[in-house]
T-cell receptor, first 116, second 109 residues
Framework: GAGVSQSPSNKVTEKGKDVELRCDPI?????LYWYRQSLGQGLEFLIY????????KSGLPSDRFSAERTGGSVSTLTIQRTQQEDSAVYLC??????????????FGPGTRLTVL | GESVGLHLPTLSVQEGDNSIINCAYS??????FIWYKQESGKGPQFIID?????DKRQGQRVTVLLNKTVKHLSLQIAATQPGDSAVYFC????????FGKGTHLIIQP
């Protein structure tokens, strides 16, 4: 079946502009995660959605970052007033159940964001 | 700081040889670990996982070993092939995945 998809694959924006990144999880997966990967680094957790529960936002680096998940499926990560340090690959993952059940997370291809 | 990390940023092996990629963790409460493979321009791909009640798990050409005494795990790839060239991450699942910086596996012909 289809895996996790993300769009756009690449986004170039100017400093100060807002951007929206989209994630379509695997159908039927209740948990959705956003991570950020800076050049040559490991992945940094941003936010986690599980079903209809309030999201875990503990990894968001600033209040310029927000995310929504509509209808328990598609998620949008929004970065307001982008800064150059926001440049990174933003990865989305989904899993069948919650992380408390240590379920395998499957990743999308990522969105490469470049802030000029 | 990070609780999971890999020993070497780059590992170069000859095609056909076995590869061993190491990972150390510091959280003794960690009970579930995952190895991911990330090829250039792609998201991480699940390879194999292991829970703390096991010390070895085998997949196709891959074996993960867990030593809880020294908080170390390793990924062994048998008969390394060109398609194995990628960055390998170990991740610790204590909620959100905590990743190390990764080891870049380079295959020499």
């Amino acid at each position: 079946g289809a895996g996790v998809s993300q769009s756009p694959s690449n986004k170039v924006t100017e400093k100060g502009k807002d951007v929206e990144l989209r994630c379509d999880p695997i159908s039927g997966h209740t948990a959705l995660y956003w991570y950020r990967q800076s050049l040559g680094q490991g992945l940094e957790f941003l936010i986690y959605f599980q079903g209809n529960s309030a999201p875990d936002k503990s990894g968001l680096p600033s209040d310029r970052f927000s995310a929504e998940r509509t209808g328990g499926s598609v998620s949008t990560l929004t970065i307001q007033r982008t800064q150059q340090e926001d440049s990174a690959v933003y990865l989305c993952a989904s899993s069948l159940v919650s992380w408390e059940d240590t379920d395998t997370q499957y990743f999308g291809p990522g969105t490469r964001l470049t802030v000029l | 700081g990070e609780s999971v990390g890999l020993h070497l940023p780059t590992l170069s092996v000859q095609e056909g040889d076995n590869s061993i990629i190491n990972c150390a963790y510091s959280n003794s409460a960690s009970d579930y670990f995952i190895w991911y493979k990330q090829e250039s321009g792609k998201g991480p791909q699940f390879i194999i996982d292991i829970r703390s009640n096991m010390d070895k798990r085998q997949g196709q050409r891959v074996t993960v070993l867990l030593n809880k005494t020294v908080k170390h795990l390793s990924l062994q790839i048998a008969a390394t092939q060109p398609g194995d060239s990628a960055v390998y991450f170990c991740a610790e699942n204590l909620g959100p995945l905590t990743f190390g910086k990764g080891t870049h596996l380079i295959i020499q012909p």
